[in-house]
């Protein structure tokens, strides 16, 4: 008769046993699915979208700004050659040194030309000198917001590994309670549960309380406690899982 109470303590046991692993799984299923779903890893990785589209933006500032200064630097040499030409086609008109007529009707023609010519590039210039302090102060301003931009993701970047290093060191601290409460568990009561694991996509062992399956929340027949006490492996008719006994 003791031999068969102690038998009856330790098939008890073992269920509970597998219900603790259970939990164990459970939980461990919850950190890995909050460690894929990390809404501060969500908030770095929508930020980091945000600076690489301002690093972008700065750089094409920074392209176009180089060659509108190239093209200001080429039109000032251009409006520096107008202005030698100019100047010297006026010396030579007023000196006295032409006294065709003809010649002098072209080289008059010449310096209206040049004039024309050299107001166009004036104005042209301009255009390009107030495009570049333009596009500088937009630059500025572009690096100046880049700047917050890019310490605020710092931050996420840091309360993001933080979570995930928690999440990870408590997924560490769950292995570790498996590997413990394994050891405890007889071969055919873990072999059972694994199948089951496997078939019913990790929803395996569930405690009766009150006569109520916790696991799908189905009335248990006061007949299936008598079966349980009587070391056999007891299934709930509704959701198919173990079903063990915790109160007393």
């Known amino acids: 008769m003791f031999l068969f109470a102690q038998e009856r303590v330790i098939h008890l046991n073992q269920l509970q046993l597998l219900w603790q692993l259970q939990k164990i799984d459970d939980d461990t299923k919850s ?3 909050k460690l894929l ?5 969500a908030k770095y990785n929508s930020k980091r979208k945000e600076v690489n589209s ?5 750089k094409n500032i920074e392209e176009r700004n180089m060659q509108q200064n190239k093209e200001l630097k080429k039109e000032e040499m251009n409006l520096q050659k107008i202005s030698a030409d100019l100047q010297e086609i006026s010396n030579k008109l007023y000196s006295g040194e032409v006294t065709n007529v003809k010649e002098l009707e072209q080289m008059e023609k010449k310096v209206s030309l ?8 004036e104005e042209y210039v301009l255009g390009i000198m107030e495009d570049v302090e333009k596009e500088e102060k937009n630059l500025e301003l572009l690096a100046e917001e880049l700047g917050q931009q890019q310490l605020t993701l710092k931050k996420l970047k840091e309360q993001a590994q933080k979570e995930i290093a928690q999440l990870k060191a408590s997924l560490e ?15 055919p009561f873990l072999k059972r549960y694994q199948i089951l694991k496997e078939k019913n996509k990790g929803k395996v062992v569930a405690c009766v309380v009150n006569g109520i399956c916790e696991g799908c929340k189905v009335s248990v027949p006061s007949a299936f406690r008598a079966h349980i006490l009587n070391e056999e492996m007891v299934y709930c008719e509704n959701c198919g899982r173990i079903l063990v006994l915790l109160e007393g």
Not at 37 to 41: A, G, I
């Open 31 to 33: 950190l890995e699915e």
């Open 37 to 41: 779903n990390l809404q501060s890893v």
């Open 54 to 58: 301002l690093v972008q933006k700065k």
């Open 114 to 121: 040049l004039k024309k010519e050299q107001s166009r590039k």
């Open 173 to 187: 601290q769950r292995k570790r309670e498996r590997e413990e409460l394994t050891k405890k568990i007889q071969e």
